[in-house]
Each structure stands twice: as C-alpha cells, then as structure tokens.
C-alpha cells in the first residue's frame, strides 16, 4: 500500500497534478485488494476522500483532478498485479496452508514442534520463494549459525537458561512489550506505529512522509524474505527443544515459542531494519531508534524463545537490508 502511495504522490507532483487525490486512489486500490470482502467500501472511501480534499462533490470535479484519481487508481491496479505475480499465494487451498516437509534439514539440531502446542505447519515455509522488493535475491544476506553443539551454541543456550531461571518482573515486561505474536498488530506493525509517533514528534511533511513509510515498509517487507529464507534453509531448532538433550535441564521459556524455525530472529531484524531506515529520515533520533532496536531484540532472549546469536545476526540482517534500500535509486531525490 505505501509503495502505491508513494509512487502515486510522486508522479502526481511530477505532472502538476493534486497528489493527494493520486495517493487516496492508489491506496483504496490496493486495500480493495487486500481486504477483498471490503472491496467496495475502499473505493467509496477513496471518493469520499477526493470529494473532501477537492472541496467539490464528484459530480462536479473538475478535469484535472479526475485525471489525478484516474492515476492513482492506475497505480494501484499496477501494485496489485505486482503483488499477483509475486509468489506468495503458493501452498494455500483458500482455507489453510499445505505443507508436507519438502526438502527440508532433519538432522541434529532441526526444527521440531514446540510446546505446549506443537503447531504444525510452520508459517510460512514457502516464503523464501516469493519475490523481494530490492533484494537480489533472498539469500543475498544470509549469514551463517554456530554449528549445533559448538562451543558458541552451548554457551548461548546455557545463557537462555540462565536468564529464564533469574528473569526479573522488569525483563518480563521487555519481553511482553515487544511480543507481537498472533493477533496483533505483529513486529512490522509496531514498528510502523512507533514511525506514525517519530512522524508527528518532528512535523514531517506529507511528501517526506509518504517516502519515510515506502521504504520502511520495503525494508520490512524484504527483511521478513530474508529472515525466512534464512529459517527455512538452516531449520535450526528452539531452545525449548534442545535444551533438556543438551544440558539435562529443560527450559521453560517465559513466553510462547512461535511456529518456526529459530535463527535467525525476526524480531530483531525486522528491528534492526525499521530502526535504520527512521533513523536515516530523523537523524536526531537515531541513536534512540537503535536501542530499542537493541531492547526488542533482547526481548526474544528475555522471552526464552531465541538464542542470542539468533538475535545479533537478525539484527545486522535486518540493517543490511535497510541499508540496500536505502542505497536504492527508485526514491528519487530527497523531497
């Protein structure tokens, strides 16, 4: 929706015309799109929307602005057939994902169910296919985990055990603070909230604004491929699983572990990701962005669900491919 957005408000000013009618079109289009049941309703919006920035009613928009809003609708169709073509309605029957183990790694170390649930598939196996933003491919920054049982790996899981042993009530609410699990608005969605209070906090203007959340949400949307590709081609297990073989002592982690793979984390790179491209737009509050990049990273160690290295690799994960998008000429320049 914000690549429409952007690109709708880009063209928009480059032809003369009101890029907020291009924008409001471009977006119901792809809403539509996305929550196809409310289909109609977005459009109805985008008009409403256009009627009021236009000061007119639709009957009597003027040439000029009709020729906006026929562009944002043509810009969102284009992002919708994008999305179309981009691989990721693979493995849904329209009800539920089908997955059966395909080529996966089941040696020691692998990936199994976790308690107390033991859900089954995990998400989004097929997901290292789908096509990125900016990437190269997905595997363009994949990096590399401790080997199952190395010295790393031990003292990374003893460290996770350690820490579910002592957990303070202060780690617990880190940990709860930045769980975004199932139902909620979910680790790129807290992060683009947290970017609506950056935005009003230093007064960003609309065109600055619309650029800010494209490349957040492609830098979201290209470090979640990256992460789960990363999952899926080493399938490495959670702590919860390996502890008791390892250690003789079983770990209870502090939260729910979620359906997938460990390394690397998604939490932290998603994080990582968000943090640099805000801090790039809002300098003066970058250092502040990193660290709570750096607490919700932390928080997945906290929560007794990730390993450390599973948190500092996303994190540098998710900050190289902020920075490829950042480094990308589609943005034109600065507004």
């Not at 699990?181 to 065109?207: C, D, F, M, Y």
């Not at 919860?240 to 359906?259: M, N, R």
């Amino acid at each position: 929706m914000h690549v429409a957005m952007h690109d709708a408000q880009a063209l928009a000013l480059a032809r003369g015309q009101d890029s907020r009618l291009a924008l409001s079109m471009a977006a119901a289009q792809v809403l539509g799109y996305l929550f196809a049941a409310e289909e109609r309703a977005f459009d109805r919006l985008g008009f409403a929307i256009a009627a009021k920035l236009s000061g007119q009613a639709l009957g009597e928009l003027n040439d000029a602005d009709r020729q906006a809003m026929l562009l944002g609708y043509q810009v969102g169709r284009t992002v919708v057939q994008y999305a179309e073509q981009d691989g990721a309605q693979r493995g849904w029957n329209g009800l539920r994902l089908q997955y059966y183990g395909e080529q996966r790694y089941y040696g020691p170390g692998a990936w199994e169910p976790t308690p107390p649930y033991f859900y089954y598939p995990p998400d989004e196996p097929f997901a290292p296919g789908w096509t990125p933003w900016m990437l190269s491919s997905n595997a363009e920054f994949r990096p590399v985990p401790p080997a199952y049982g190395s010295p790393r790996y031990l003292q990374d899981l003893k460290e996770v055990q350690e820490v579910a042993r002592s957990l303070s009530p202060a780690q617990l609410e880190i940990a709860k603070f930045w769980v975004d699990g199932h139902g909620s608005v979910t680790p790129p969605g807290h992060w683009n909230q947290i970017a609506l209070e950056e935005v009003k906090r230093v007064g960003l203007g609309a065109a600055a604004t619309a650029r800010l959340f494209a490349q957040l949400n492609v830098a979201l949307a290209d470090t979640f491929l990256a992460v789960w590709d990363c999952k899926y081609h080493y399938w490495t297990a959670r702590p919860v699983t390996v502890a008791a073989p390892l250690t003789g002592q079983p770990l209870k982690p502090a939260l729910l572990t979620p359906p997938f793979p460990s390394y690397v984390s998604g939490h932290a790179a998603f994080s990582g990701a968000a943090a640099r491209i805000l801090g790039r737009t809002i300098p003066a509050r970058a250092a502040a962005l990193d660290a709570m990049a750096e607490e919700a990273a932390l928080s997945r160690l906290l929560a007794g669900i990730h390993f450390r290295h599973d948190n500092e690799d996303g994190l540098k994960l998710g900050r190289q491919v902020a920075d490829k998008v950042l480094a990308s000429p589609a943005w034109g320049a600065s507004p």
